[in-house]
C-alpha cells in the first residue's frame, strides 16, 4: 500500500530524518519506534507532504505520489492523526469531525458522523461544545474519530495512546485493530508498549533520524539490545 | 514663462493654501485665482529700488491642517525660503505663536472665522469681509424675502468655522426676532447626519440653516433632502455650481432650488465691470464657476507689489507690514474693496467688501444675486435688492 | 504535626458541570501523590485550582496552614506552588537558562537548587543555552518541569509530565522526581496515565471519577481495587 | 557601558540637529527627538510587554495640553510639566486598569478608541483646548532649555529604558509578552506589571508632549489622533520592538518618511505605504533586527563559518 | 425617540457589514485589516466612474462590488500572505495598504467629494412618525442580505467550516488536506464583496471621497472587538448595539461626543467578558 524510499529532512541545520525507507501494506499495522526526537514524527509527517523532503520517494497503491501536495495526498487516501491532537479548541466537536471528511459529500460526511457516534457513545453527548473545553484524553480520543472521518486507506497515527487512560488505550486499540481488519494500511508511531505489541505484526526502529532495526514485532521487543536502547525496560 | 522676463529680478512669496482635506473646495480655487493675478501683474511687473521685479509664489499646501502641516509650513517658508509675506487661507491662531517668534507679514485672503483674526496678531491682515459682515444679512433676507420666522440650525461639531456661524446666526436671529426652532449637530467626522438632521426637521421650521463649508454642508443638505424637507436652506459656504454637481449628483437641481448663500460678492454677480471680466477669464480658463474667494486670492499680488513699492524693499517684512498699512487700493483689482479712510485699503489691518445672498437659479447652473449688502454694528445697512431674474 | 497541602472538599464547575465535584486530601512534605482517573474525571482541573488557574467554585486549599486557593497563580507560585501543563508550554524563543533565570528570580527566599542543578537533574544540561523551541518534544517537557522547580516550589504539581516518554526516560524522571520530594521536601502530585511510570514512583494514590474520588491508598492497594480496574486500570 | 555611552551620544546628536537644522529639516529633527523619548515609554509596554497600545497618542497629547493649561494658570514651568505629567500617568493607570484583562487585539482597538475619545476631548471642551483649531502654548521654557531638556531627555531615557530592560521588570515583561498564562505560573505578578509598564509608558508620552508643545508653540487635536497612534506604533516595530534604540530608528524612519517625502500629494502617500510593506517584508524584527542579522551574516560569511543556528531574541541592541 | 432608534438601526447595519469583512480576514489571518478602508474608497468610486461613464445603477455596483473584491484579494496575494507567520507584522502592513489604496484613489479621481446617484435617490419611506430614506433602506436589506448570505456559507458548508479552521490552526488544517492559500484567498474576497456592498450601499447617502471610509472603519472596529474577533454574529449584533448606543447617546446627551458613548459601551463590555460579547475563545490554561 505505501513504500517509501530514502526519505530525507531537514529543518535548517538539523537533518530529522536521513534516508528512511520503510513500507506498509494493506490490513496490518506497521510499527514506528524510537526515542525521543529519533525523527518518527517528521517521517509522517514527510509522508503527508507536511515536513521539507530533500530526497525520497513515496508510493502509495502503486503511485508514484511524491510531488503531490497535502490536499492531493489526502484526497488519495491518507489520513494523519497529529502529534498532540491539534483539535480546532474554538469549533464544536462535530465540526471537528466534519473537518476530518473535508472534500467529501455532505451525505457521505453524515453517515460517517454516525458512525463515529456510535463507536464513541460519549463524544455524541457533547457535539455541540468547542473542542477546547475537553480533557486532554477527551481531546486525543476526538482527533482519533476525526482522522477515521476521511475513511482513509492509509492511516497514520502519531502518539495515538497519549493522554489516554488505560481502559481508553485499550477501546483505542480495539477501534484501531478493526480498521485494519477492514482493509486500511495502519502506520503507529508509539510509546505505548503494550499497544505496539496487540497491534503491529512489524515495525521499524528509528534512531537519529535513521533504520537501525526493522522486522516482525516480537523478535524485536526480545531483541534486549533493541528494548534497552530505543524502549526502555519493556513490561 | 509666467514668472517674468529674464531681465527682471524674481520675488519670492509664500502662500499656504488648503489644497486638500476637508478644505479642498477653496484652496485650488485660490491657487488659480493667485495664478492668475501673478501673470497678469508679471506682464508689466512692479519696480523697487530702481530695478523692475516679477512675482513668484512659493505654495504650501497645509492639507486642511494648520496646526500641523500649516504651521511646518510657515516655518519652512520664513526660515529656509525666507519670504518676506504670505499669504494663507484659514488657522490663524495657530499660526499666531511662530508669528511671535519670528514676525512677517501674513495677508489672510478667506478666514471667516467668528469673531474674527484681527486680534490675534498684529501681523495679520484680513482682505475680505468676515463672518461678522455677512451672516446678519441671512436672517434680514430670509425675515423680509422669506418670510421665515423660525429656523433650525445644524452645525458641524469640531469644525471652527461652522461653529462661528451658529454663534452669528443665534445673534442675528435674535436681533430680527427669528426664533431658533431647533440647534443639532453632528460631530465633523460623521458620515450619517440623520440625528442632527431629525432634530432639526422635527421642529418644523420655516428654513434650515446650515453651518459650515461646502464639503461638509453639501452632503449634510443631500441627506436633509433625502429624509423629505423641501423648505428653504440657508448657509455661507459660497457653494457653486461646479461643487453642487459634483457632490450632490444627479439630483442636485432639485436639491438646490430654495438654497440661499450669504457671503462675499460673487465675480459673476457683480456689477463692477473689473469683476465681471475677471469672472468670465477664470470661468474661460479654469471651466470653473468663480467663488468670492477668487478674487481675493487674484489681488493678493498686486497687494504685494504696492506694498513692496512703498516700502522700497522686497526682503524686509517689517517694512512691508508697515507699507501694508498705508497702502491704497491698488491698481489692476477685482475686488471692490470698500475703501477706508483716506482711501486705504486697510483700516486696522482690515480691507472690506461689500456681502451678498445669492440665490440658487434652478435649470440654469448659476447663481441669481438676492440682496447686496454692507453690515454695521451687526446690523444690516445699504441693502439693495437686484431685479429676481436668473441668468 | 499538621500535613503540608490541605485540600478541603474543593468543588470546581464550568457552567452547570461540575469538573471537580468535592475532593478532599492532605499531603506531606516530601511526599509523592498519585493521581489517575478515567479522561475527564477532572484531575487536570483538580491541579488547575492547587494551582491557583482556577478559583474554586467552593472549599479551599490551604499551604502551611494559610488559604491558598483562589488567589490566581502568581500567589499560589509566590505561596510555594507551582505547575506544568498537560500540553507543552514552554517561552518558546527563550533558552531554557533564561527561562529558569526568571523562574527563579520570583522565588521570594525559599530555598531550592540553582538552576544548572535543576538542569543537570532532569538531564537538560545540553540544553540550557537553546530555545525551547527547538528542543525535542520530551526535552520540553522536562523543561516545563525545570521551570517549576526553578520557583522553588513546597507543592509540586505535575500534569502527564510523562507522556510521549520511553519507558527509560520515564524511568530517569521518575527518579529525577524522587529526588526533589526527598532532599528538597518537596510535596508532589503527579498525574499520569502511564502505571508502569506513575506507580513505583507514588507513596500514596488517589483515583478521580467523574469529579470525585473514586478510591485512595497505597499503589498496591489501588492496583488490585476491583471499582479501579473496572472503570480506569483495565484488565491489565 | 556601551549602551550608556550610546545613550549621551544620542542626546549629544539630538542636540546638535535640534540647534543645527531649520525650517522643514529643523521640524523634522524636533519630531524625531519628541518621538524617540514617546517612544522609549512605549518600547516598555509595547516593545518588552508585547502589547499592542495605541493610547499613546492621547498620552502624549494630554501631556501637551495639560502643561499648557496648568501653566496658564501660574504656576512654574516645571511644576506644570511634573503635573501634567502625572496627571497622564494616572490616566495611564485608569487605562490599564480597564483593558489589562483583555489581551492583543483587544487591548489594541480598546486604547485606540480611547485616543479616538480623547481626539474628541481635544477637539471639544475648547474652554481648555482651544477646540479644533488647537491652542498656542505660552513659553514657560525658552526655547533653548527645551532644546537642552529635548537632547537630555533623549539620553535619560534610553538610560532608564536599558536598566528597566536588563532589570527584572524587563525579564517579566518579556515573559508577559512571550507566554501570559505561563508567566503567571513562574510568580510573575502580571496585572502588576503591566499597569507599572503602562504607567511609565504614558508618562514618557506626556514628557514627550509638553516639550512638543513648549518647542512647536502651538498643540492641535489632528497632531494626537489614533492615527498617530498607530503610526507610533508602527515606528517602534519598523525600528525594532524591544530593542534599546528601536525608538530612535524607528521614530528617524517614520518621521523622516512622513515629512521628508514630498512628490506631491498623494504619491509620497503612496511611496510611504509600499516602504512601510517592503521594511516589515525585508526586515521581520525591524531595522535594528535587519542590520544585526546583517552584521551577524557578513561576520559569518567573513570567518568563513556559515553559522545559521544563531537566533537570539528579544536581545538589546 | 423611533426616529432615533431607526436611525441607530441603519448605522448599526452599516457598521456591522463591514466589521463583518474585517472579523473574517482577523479571524483567518490574524491581519486588522486597515486596508479595508482603501477597499471601500475604491469600489465607492468604480461604481462612481462606472454610473459617470453611464453605466446603468444595477451594473456599476456589480463592477464596484468586482473591484472591491478584486483589489481585497490583491492585498492578500502581493503583501498579508507574506507575513503570515508573523501575526505581529501585520499593522505596519495594514497601514501601508491603506496608504497606497487611499492616495491612489487620491491621485485617479482627487480630493473632492462626488455624488453617487442611485435609481431609488428620491424614494422616501414613511411610517408613522418615522421616515426613512430609499437609500438607507436599500442599505438595511443589502446589509441583511448579504449578512444571511455570508452566515450560510461560514455555518451550513464545508467551505465555511473550512475557514474557520485555517483560522484556528493553519498546520492542523493543512494536515486535513485543506487548502490554505485558497482559504486566505476566499476569506479576502468575501471581505472585499461586503466592503464593496457597504461602499455601494453607503455612498449615496453620503458622497465618495478618499476619507469616506475613516470614521466607519473605526467604529467597525469597535464593532469587531464588542461582538468578538472572529464572530461574525458578533460583529451583527455588536454593530446594531453599538449604532443605537451612539445614536441614543447623539440624541440625548452629546452630538459632539457620539463616539465616546460607544467607547464607554465598549469599556463596559470588555471589563465584564474580556472576550467580547459573543468570547469564542475556548483554549484552557491547562
Ligand atoms: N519544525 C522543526 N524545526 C526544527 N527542528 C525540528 C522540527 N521538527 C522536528 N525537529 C527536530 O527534528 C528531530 C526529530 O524530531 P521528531 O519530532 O521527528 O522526533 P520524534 O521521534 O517524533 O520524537 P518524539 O518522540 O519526541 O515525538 C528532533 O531533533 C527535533 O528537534
Ligand atoms: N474550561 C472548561 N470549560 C468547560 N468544561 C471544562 C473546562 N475545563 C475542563 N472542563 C471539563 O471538565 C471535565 C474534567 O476535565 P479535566 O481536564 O480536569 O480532566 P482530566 O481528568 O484531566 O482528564 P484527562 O485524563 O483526559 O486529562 C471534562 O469533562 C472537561 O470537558
Ligand atoms: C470657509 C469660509 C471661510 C469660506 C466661505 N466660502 C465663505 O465665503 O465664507
Ligand atoms: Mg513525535
Ligand atoms: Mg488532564
Given at each position: 500500500?505505501l513504500d517509501v524510499h530514502d526519505l530525507t529532512i531537514t529543518f535548517g541545520p538539523t537533518t530529522a530524518v ?218 | ?293 477668487t478674487m481675493w486670492a487674484h489681488d493678493f499680488p498686486f497687494i504685494v507689489a504696492a506694498a513692496m513699492t ?82 | ?236 | ?317 | ?286
Open positions: 500500500m536521513r534516508g528512511v525507507s520503510l513500507t506498509a501494506a494493506a490490513g496490518t499495522v506497521t510499527g514506528v519506534l524510537g526515542a525521543n526526537g529519533a525523527g518518527k514524527t517528521s517521517t509522517l509527517l514527510g509522508i503527508l507532504a507536511r515536513a521539507p523532503r530533500q530526497s525520497g520517494r513515496i508510493t502509495f497503491d502503486g503511485a508514484d505520489v511524491t510531488g503531490f501536495d497535502t490536499g492531493a495526498l489526502v484526497r488519495a487516501g491518507i489520513a494523519l492523526c497529529p502529534e498532540n491532537r491539534r483539535l480546532f479548541p474554538n469549533m464544536s466537536i462535530e465540526d471537528n469531525l466534519l473537518l476530518g471528511a473535508y472534500g467529501t459529500g455532505r451525505a457521505t460526511r453524515r453517515t460517517r458522523l454516525r458512525d463515529t457516534y456510535d463507536r464513541f457513545g460519549w463524544v455524541a453527548t457533547r457535539r455541540a461544545e468547542p473542542a477546547g473545553r475537553l480533557s486532554g484524553g477527551q481531546q486525543q480520543t476526538v482527533a482519533i474519530a476525526r482522522a477515521l472521518m476521511s475513511a482513509p486507506r492509509l492511516l497514520l497515527l502519531d502518539e495515538p495512546s497519549s493522554g489516554l487512560s488505560p481502559v481508553a488505550v485499550d477501546e483505542v486499540g480495539a477501534v484501531l485493530a478493526d480498521i485494519a481488519r477492514d482493509g486500511t494500511a495502519l502506520v503507529l508511531v508509539e510509546q505505548n508498549v503494550r499497544l505496539v505489541r496487540a497491534l503491529c505484526a512489524t515495525a521499524y526502529v528509528l534512531a537519529h533520524g535513521q533504520v537501525t532495526a526493522s522486522g516482525p514485532v516480537p523478535e524485536l521487543l526480545s531483541d534486549t539490545a533493541v528494548s534497552d536502547a530505543y524502549l526502555g525496560t519493556t513490561a | 514663462s509666467p514668472s517674468g522676463s529674464p531681465d527682471s529680478d524674481v520675488v519670492k512669496v509664500g502662500a499656504i493654501l488648503s489644497l486638500s482635506g476637508i478644505y479642498a473646495t477653496l484652496g485650488p480655487a485660490q491657487k488659480n485665482a493667485l495664478q492668475m493675478g501673478v501673470e497678469e501683474l508679471n506682464r508689466t511687473g512692479f519696480t523697487v529700488g530702481g530695478r523692475k521685479r516679477t512675482l513668484e509664489i512659493s505654495y504650501a499646501d497645509d492639507r486642511s491642517d494648520a496646526a500641523t502641516t500649516g504651521v511646518t509650513a510657515l516655518r519652512e517658508l520664513v526660515q529656509s525660503q525666507k519670504v518676506p509675506v504670505i499669504a494663507y487661507g484659514l488657522g490663524s491662531d495657530t499660526y499666531v505663536p511662530q508669528l511671535q517668534r519670528q514676525p512677517v507679514p501674513m495677508v489672510n485672503m478667506l478666514d471667516s472665522s467668528y469673531p474674527g483674526i484681527l486680534g490675534l496678531s498684529d501681523h495679520l491682515f484680513l482682505t475680505r469681509g468676515a463672518s461678522p459682515t455677512y451672516v446678519p444679512g441671512c436672517l434680514y433676507y430670509a425675515k423680509r424675502k422669506l418670510g421665515t420666522t423660525s429656523i433650525s440650525v445644524i452645525t458641524a461639531k469640531g469644525e471652527p468655522y461652522g461653529e462661528g456661524l451658529t454663534q452669528l446666526v443665534t445673534k442675528s436671529a435674535q436681533a430680527e426676532g427669528v426664533r431658533i426652532a431647533a440647534n443639532s449637530e453632528f460631530p465633523l467626522s460623521s458620515t450619517d447626519y440623520s440625528n442632527a438632521i431629525s432634530a432639526a426637521v422635527a421642529a418644523k421650521p420655516d428654513a434650515v440653516y446650515l453651518s459650515s463649508v461646502t464639503a461638509v454642508i453639501l452632503p449634510v443638505l443631500k441627506q436633509l433632502r433625502q429624509s423629505g424637507y423641501t423648505g428653504p436652506v440657508i448657509h455661507s459656504a459660497g457653494v457653486n455650481p461646479n461643487q453642487a454637481k459634483a457632490i450632490l449628483g444627479a439630483q442636485y437641481d432639485s436639491i438646490m432650488k430654495d438654497n440661499y448663500d450669504c457671503a462675499g460678492t460673487l465675480p459673476t454677480t457683480s456689477q463692477d465691470p473689473a469683476a465681471q471680466a475677471f469672472a468670465k477669464d477664470y470661468q474661460q480658463r479654469y471651466d470653473e464657476y468663480p467663488q468670492d474667494l512703498k516700502a522700497d524693499t522686497v526682503s524686509d517684512p517689517a517694512k512691508i507690514e508697515q507699507a501694508l498699512k498705508e497702502i491704497d487700493v491698488p491698481q489692476g483689482t477685482v475686488s471692490g474693496w470698500l475703501p477706508g479712510d483716506g482711501g486705504r485699503l486697510f483700516t486696522d489691518r482690515n480691507a472690506r467688501t461689500a456681502s451678498e445672498v445669492t440665490a440658487w437659479c434652478p435649470g440654469q447652473d448659476t447663481l441669481r444675486s438676492a440682496m447686496v449688502f454692507d453690515v454695521k454694528d451687526d446690523a444690516v445697512v445699504d441693502p439693495t435688492f437686484p431685479q429676481e431674474t436668473c441668468g | 504535626m499538621s500535613a503540608l497541602l490541605v485540600v478541603e472538599d474543593v468543588v470546581k464547575r464550568f457552567g452547570g458541570v461540575a469538573a471537580v465535584d468535592g475532593v478532599s486530601f492532605t499531603l506531606d512534605a516530601g511526599q509523592v501523590l498519585g493521581l489517575i482517573g478515567p479522561n475527564g474525571s477532572g484531575k487536570t482541573t483538580l491541579l488547575g485550582v492547587l494551582a491557583g488557574t482556577h478559583d474554586p467554585t467552593s472549599g479551599k486549599v490551604t499551604l502551611d496552614g494559610r488559604t491558598a486557593s483562589g488567589r490566581g497563580a502568581h500567589r499560589a507560585v509566590s505561596a510555594g506552588i507551582a505547575r506544568t501543563f498537560q500540553t507543552t508550554r514552554l517561552f518558546g524563543t527563550w533558552t531554557l537558562r533564561e527561562a529558569l533565570r526568571l523562574a527563579h528570580g520570583e522565588r521570594r527566599g525559599r530555598p531550592g537548587w540553582p538552576d544548572e542543578q535543576i538542569a543537570n537533574l532532569l538531564g537538560l544540561g545540553d540544553a540550557l543555552d537553546r530555545p525551547g523551541a527547538s528542543l525535542t518534544s520530551a526535552a520540553q517537557r522536562l523543561a516545563m518541569i525545570a521551570l517549576a522547580l526553578a520557583t522553588g516550589p513546597r507543592v509540586l504539581l505535575l500534569d502527564e509530565p510523562a507522556v510521549g516518554m520511553d519507558g527509560t526516560e520515564a524511568a530517569a524522571l521518575a527518579a529525577a522526581v524522587r529526588r526533589a520530594a526527598g532532599e528538597l521536601g518537596v510535596a508532589v502530585v503527579v498525574v499520569d496515565h502511564n502505571m508502569q511510570f506513575l506507580m513505583p514512583l507514588a507513596d500514596t494514590v488517589l483515583v478521580m471519577a467523574a469529579g470525585a474520588v473514586l478510591a485512595s491508598g497505597t499503589p498496591a492497594q489501588i492496583r488490585s481495587d476491583e471499582a479501579v480496574i473496572a472503570s480506569y486500570l483495565g484488565e491489565a | 557601558m556601551t549602551a550608556l555611552g550610546g545613550a549621551v551620544g544620542l542626546s549629544v546628536l539630538a542636540y546638535l540637529l535640534l540647534t543645527g537644522l531649520s525650517g522643514d529639516q529643523g521640524q523634522v529633527a524636533l519630531l524625531v527627538v519628541v518621538w524617540t523619548i514617546a517612544l522609549i515609554g512605549l518600547n516598555l509596554i509595547q516593545g518588552l510587554g508585547g502589547y499592542p497600545n495605541l493610547a499613546h497618542a492621547a498620552f502624549f497629547g494630554g501631556g501637551a495640553y495639560l502643561s499648557a493649561v496648568l501653566l496658564d494658570t501660574g504656576l512654574p514651568m516645571t511644576v506644570a510639566a511634573l503635573l501634567a505629567v502625572a496627571g497622564v500617568m494616572a490616566a495611564g493607570l485608569v487605562v490599564a486598569l480597564v483593558f489589562s484583562r483583555t489581551r492583543g487585539q483587544y487591548f489594541a482597538i480598546g486604547t485606540m478608541f480611547f485616543t479616538a475619545v480623547a481626539t474628541l476631548v481635544f477637539t471639544n471642551a475648547a474652554d481648555l483646548t482651544g477646540g479644533p483649531n488647537g491652542r498656542p502654548v505660552a513659553l514657560g521654557y525658552s526655547l533653548e532649555a527645551t532644546v537642552v531638556l529635548l537632547a537630555a531627555s533623549v539620553g535619560v531615557g534610553l538610560a532608564l529604558f536599558h536598566w528597566a530592560s536588563v532589570s527584572r521588570f524587563g525579564d517579566r515583561l518579556r515573559a508577559i509578552r512571550a507566554d501570559e498564562d505561563l508567566a503567571q505560573h513562574v510568580g510573575v505578578p502580571t496585572s502588576r506589571v503591566k499597569l507599572l509598564a503602562m504607567v511609565c509608558s504614558a508618562g514618557a508620552a506626556a514628557w514627550a508632549g509638553v516639550l512638543f508643545g513648549q518647542y512647536n508653540g502651538v498643540v492641535a487635536p489632528s497632531q494626537f489622533t489614533f492615527g498617530q497612534s498607530f503610526l507610533m506604533f508602527v515606528a517602534l516595530g519598523l525600528g525594532g520592538a524591544g530593542r534599546l534604540l528601536g525608538p530612535a530608528v524607528g521614530a528617524a524612519v517614520v518621521i523622516g518618511l512622513t515629512q521628508l517625502l514630498t512628490l506631491g500629494p498623494g504619491v509620497s502617500q503612496i511611496v510611504l505605504g509600499v516602504l512601510f510593506i517592503l521594511v516589515t517584508l525585508l526586515a521581520p524584527e525591524g531595522v535594528l533586527g535587519g542590520v544585526s542579522a546583517l552584521a551577524r551574516r557578513v561576520r559569518a560569511a567573513r570567518t568563513g563559518r556559515a553559522d545559521r543556528s544563531v537566533r537570539g531574541e528579544g536581545a538589546v541592541a | 425617540m423611533s426616529q432615533v432608534l431607526v436611525n441607530g438601526v441603519f448605522l448599526g447595519c452599516l457598521f456591522a457589514v463591514v466589521a463583518v469583512g474585517l472579523t473574517l480576514v482577523y479571524g483567518v489571518m490574524e491581519v486588522p485589516n486597515f486596508a479595508h478602508a482603501g477597499v471601500i474608497v475604491l469600489s465607492a468610486y468604480t461604481t462612481w466612474s462606472a454610473s459617470a461613464a453611464g453605466l446603468p445603477f444595477a451594473l456599476a455596483a456589480l463592477a464596484g462590488i468586482a473591484c472591491g473584491a478584486l483589489v481585497s484579494v490583491l492585498t492578500e496575494v502581493l503583501a498579508y500572505r507574506w507575513i503570515i507567520d508573523r501575526p505581529a507584522a501585520a499593522p505596519a502592513v495594514a497601514l501601508g495598504l491603506m496608504l497606497i489604496l487611499q492616495n491612489v484613489a487620491l491621485r485617479l479621481y482627487g480630493g473632492e467629494g462626488r455624488s453617487l446617484d442611485t435609481p431609488y435617490d428620491r424614494v422616501l419611506l414613511r411610517l408613522g412618525g418615522v421616515s426613512l430614506s430609499g437609500v438607507k433602506a436599500a442599505l438595511v436589506v443589502l446589509a441583511v442580505v448579504s449578512l444571511l448570505a455570508l452566515h450560510l456559507l461560514l455555518s451550513r458548508t464545508s467551505l465555511g467550516r473550512a475557514m474557520r479552521a485555517v483560522a484556528q490552526d493553519r498546520e492542523a488544517a493543512a494536515i486535513l488536506g485543506i487548502p490554505m492559500r485558497r482559504q486566505y484567498a476566499l476569506a479576502f474576497l468575501i471581505a472585499g464583496v461586503l466592503g464593496g456592498v457597504a461602499a455601494i450601499a453607503y455612498a449615496p447617502t453620503f458622497q465618495v471621497s478618499p476619507y469616506m471610509a475613516d470614521e466607519v472603519l473605526l467604529s467597525a472596529f469597535v464593532v469587531v472587538v464588542l461582538g468578538g474577533l472572529g464572530s461574525v454574529w458578533g460583529a451583527v449584533a455588536g454593530g446594531l448595539v453599538l449604532g443605537v448606543v451612539e445614536g441614543l447617546g447623539s440624541a440625548y446627551l452629546s452630538p459632539a461626543y457620539q463616539s465616546a458613548f460607544g467607547f464607554l459601551l465598549l469599556v463596559s463590555i470588555l471589563v465584564l467578558r474580556p472576550g467580547g460579547l459573543r468570547s469564542t475563545n475556548a483554549r484552557r490554561v491547562a
